[in-house]
């Protein structure tokens, strides 16, 4: 009898525990970050694979994929872009960081599909461009860069090998330093060999992946850490895989999207963006953009997140620009 009781009494304990979950109200989908609105057009042609990195309140873009020269300085305070000094050698997919109030362009390729290793500075205060310490990988494009405690980062990208022969890809990891003018080789990126990759510099680290490994779209994420020269595999990319994504880092946060997963008519259109905490190692869906691109060009001032350029695969060329803001 005792028994029956205790099989009654949790028979009805499970019941009533269901239909107390069967009438608690759905927990909300938690509201996407931020905002994006239009900008104005950049004042040249539209172009893709061009470098920008950003310096004292304003960002420098210059460079594309038909191998220009021209730079440019944008000021978001007044919304306005103004012509620099031409880089001497005009490129497309190089790369670029800035150190100590100066601008550096790395590698790339030249008209007529030449591969560079060579390395410029370029002085705003001055504008005028200086020839510094050639790359020691090796001829390269479609590589990383960015700033991190006071020195540049440079690796991953391609070599061309000639016609008819295969590219090389590549995975390794170097630091320059301004003040000697010299390279020294670091940790090679375990995500690699890779080529387009996504990444950017937050507080005392850097953060690097997306594309590949190889020459395929990727979710992977990475943290290098430069005081142990140490890379750190982190939680993947939550959206599909692809590459020539935008990124920028914003408050606590690194922001990543657009990009394709692939070229050609018929790829569909990558307009979701997601926020990277790296306090937490976790990600959030951040607002979506109307307007697709990819290998376009992505910056943060102030309390904003800019990306333009870049290349539609219906549109061709784009010149235009968004930004974005936390709500």
């Given at each position: 009898?005792?028994?029956?009781?205790?099989?009654?009494?949790?028979?009805?304990?499970?019941?009533?525990?269901?239909?107390?979950?069967?009438?608690?109200?759905?927990?909300?989908?938690?509201?996407?970050?931020?905002?994006?609105?239009?900008?104005?057009?950049?004042?040249?042609?539209?172009?893709?694979?061009?470098?920008?990195v950003t310096l004292n309140g304003k960002a420098y873009i210059g460079t594309?994929?038909?191998?220009?020269?021209?730079?440019?300085?944008?000021?978001?305070?007044?919304?306005?872009?103004?012509?620099?000094?031409?880089?001497?050698?005009?490129?497309?997919?190089?790369?670029?960081?800035?150190?100590?109030?100066?601008?550096?362009?790395?590698?790339?390729?030249?008209?007529?599909?030449?591969?560079?290793?060579?390395?410029?500075?370029?002085?705003?205060?001055?504008?005028?461009?200086?020839?510094?310490?050639?790359?020691?990988?090796?001829?390269?494009?479609?590589?990383?860069?960015?700033?991190?405690?006071?020195?540049?980062?440079?690796?991953?990208?391609?070599?061309?090998?000639?016609?008819?022969?295969?590219?090389?890809?590549?995975?390794?990891?170097?630091?320059?330093?301004?003040?000697?003018?010299?390279?020294?080789?670091?940790?090679?990126?375990?995500?690699?060999?890779?080529?387009?990759?996504?990444?950017?510099?937050?507080?005392?680290?850097?953060?690097?992946?997306?594309?590949?490994?190889?020459?395929?779209?990727?979710?992977h994420w990475w943290q290098y850490d430069p005081v142990g020269d140490k890379?750190?595999?982190?939680?993947?990319?939550?959206?599909?895989?692809?590459?020539?994504?935008?990124?920028?880092?914003?408050?606590?946060?690194?922001?990543?999207?657009?990009?394709?997963?692939?070229?050609?008519?018929?790829?569909?259109?990558?307009?979701?963006?997601?926020?990277?905490?790296?306090?937490?190692?976790?990600?959030?869906?951040?607002?979506?953009?109307?307007?697709?691109?990819?290998?376009?060009?992505?910056?943060?001032?102030?309390?904003?997140?800019?990306?333009?350029?870049?290349?539609?695969?219906?549109?061709?060329?784009?010149?235009?620009?968004?930004?974005?803001?936390?709500?």
């Open positions: 009898m005792k028994q029956g009781k205790f099989l009654l009494t949790g028979i009805l304990m499970l019941l009533l525990t269901s239909a107390c979950k069967d009438s608690m109200p759905p927990e909300p989908t938690p509201v996407p970050l931020g905002a994006w609105e239009s900008l104005g057009n950049f004042p040249a042609e539209g172009r893709y694979t061009s470098v920008v594309g994929d038909q191998s220009q020269q021209d730079f440019y300085r944008y000021d978001p305070a007044s919304d306005t872009w103004q012509q620099l000094a031409n880089i001497p050698i005009g490129r497309s997919a190089a790369s670029a960081f800035a150190i100590n109030d100066k601008v550096y362009v790395v590698g790339g390729r030249a008209v007529g599909g030449a591969n560079l290793k060579d390395l410029w500075e370029y002085d705003p205060a001055l504008n005028s461009w200086t020839q510094k310490a050639d790359f020691p990988g090796g001829l390269r494009y479609d590589g990383i860069a960015l700033a991190l405690n006071g020195k540049g980062y440079f690796g991953t990208g391609w070599k061309d090998n000639g016609v008819g022969a295969l590219q090389s890809q590549f995975k390794d990891w170097w630091t320059y330093d301004p003040l000697s003018d010299q390279w020294q080789r670091r940790a090679d990126f375990p995500g690699g060999p890779a080529s387009l990759l996504s990444g950017t510099a937050l507080l005392d680290k850097a953060y690097v992946g997306i594309s590949g490994p190889g020459p395929n779209p990727g979710q890379w750190t595999k982190r939680h993947n990319y939550p959206g599909v895989a692809r590459y020539g994504c935008g990124v920028f880092a914003l408050g606590d946060n690194i922001y990543v999207g657009g990009g394709t997963t692939g070229l050609g008519a018929g790829q569909a259109p990558l307009l979701d963006w997601w926020a990277y905490n790296p306090a937490t190692d976790q990600w959030r869906e951040a607002a979506a953009q109307a307007d697709q691109r990819m290998l376009g060009a992505a910056f943060s001032l102030g309390d904003w997140g800019y990306w333009g350029l870049g290349f539609h695969d219906f549109q061709g060329r784009l010149a235009s620009f968004s930004r974005f803001k936390v709500e």
